[in-house]
T-cell receptor
Framework: EDKVVQSPLSLVVHEGDTVTLNCSYE??????LLWYKQEKKAPTFLFMLTSSGIEKKSGRLSSILDKKELFSILNITATQTGDSAIYLC?????????FGKGTKLTVNP | ETGVTQTPRHLVMGMTNKKSLKCEQH?????MYWYKQSAKKPLELMFVYNFKEQTENNSVPSRFSPECPNSSHLFLHLHTLQPEDSALYLCASSHDRQAPGNTIYFGEGSWLTVV
């Protein structure tokens, strides 16, 4: 069975903190690892990772994939209240995406 | 604006009603999806259409009936639903179901409440 496990399930931090979100996955049919941010409704795409060890950055967000240990991390530096959301990790296989349960991040002022 | 539009955004229906959710994508994609998001559960894939053909049905009860008249439009017909079917229903599209990575773009979702 395909599994994507995210940790922690929820996290509360203060503005300015740096956070690291974790995602581990099973290797079956692996093609890519994707991160999404879900605020109120639709998940919005953040990153797609296919190669091990190559960091992708977008502003204060960055992500990296470790295909040997089968995990990815999403880092957010200098967090802001607008970063509060559920962050979803998904494994892209040959036919579909399998999502984790998400990490609910709350950034307090 | 993601290029994937869903209507209605909110729907309240009785268990004996028949209603439909509509999705339209303006991205020129060939694959479209219905996902269900319930509280405290991962996103669940319901149906996949690729070039208008249904390629996946993830053991979804028959009270949910998808329809894909063309590559840009996807419907989810609902009838005799149960209260536990109340959830956020997300439509999504991607360029090609088989493409590596398969980046998916989501619509805003339709909040369904079954009373």
């Amino acid at each position: 069975e395909d599994k994507v496990v995210q940790s922690p399930l929820s996290l509360v931090v203060h503005e300015g903190d740096t956070v690291t979100l974790n995602c581990s996955y099973e290797v079956t049919n692996f093609r890519s690892l994707l991160w999404y941010k879900q605020e109120k409704k639709a998940p919005t795409f953040l990153f797609m990772l296919t190669s091990s060890g190559i960091e992708k950055k977008s502003g204060r967000l960055s992500s990296i994939l470790d295909k040997k240990e089968l995990f990815s991390i999403l880092n957010i530096t200098a967090t802001q209240t607008g970063d509060s959301a559920i962050y979803l990790c998904a494994k892209g296989g040959s036919e579909k995406l399998v999502f984790g349960k998400g990490t609910k991040l709350t950034v307090n002022p | 604006e993601t290029g994937v539009t869903q209507t209605p955004r909110h729907l309240v229906m009785g268990m004996t009603n028949k209603k439909s959710l509509k999705c339209e994508q303006h991205l020129g994609h060939n694959a479209m999806y219905w996902y269900k998001q319930s509280a405290k559960k991962p996103l669940e894939l319901m149906f996949v259409y690729n070039f208008k053909e249904q390629t996946e049905n993830n053991s979804v009860p028959s009270r949910f009936s998808p329809e894909c008249p063309n590559s840009s439009h996807l419907f989810l017909h609902l009838h005799t639903l149960q209260p536990e079917d109340s959830a956020l229903y997300l439509c999504a599209s991607s360029h090609d179901r088989q493409a590596p990575g398969n980046t998916i773009y989501f619509g805003e979702g339709s909040w369904l409440t079954v009373v």
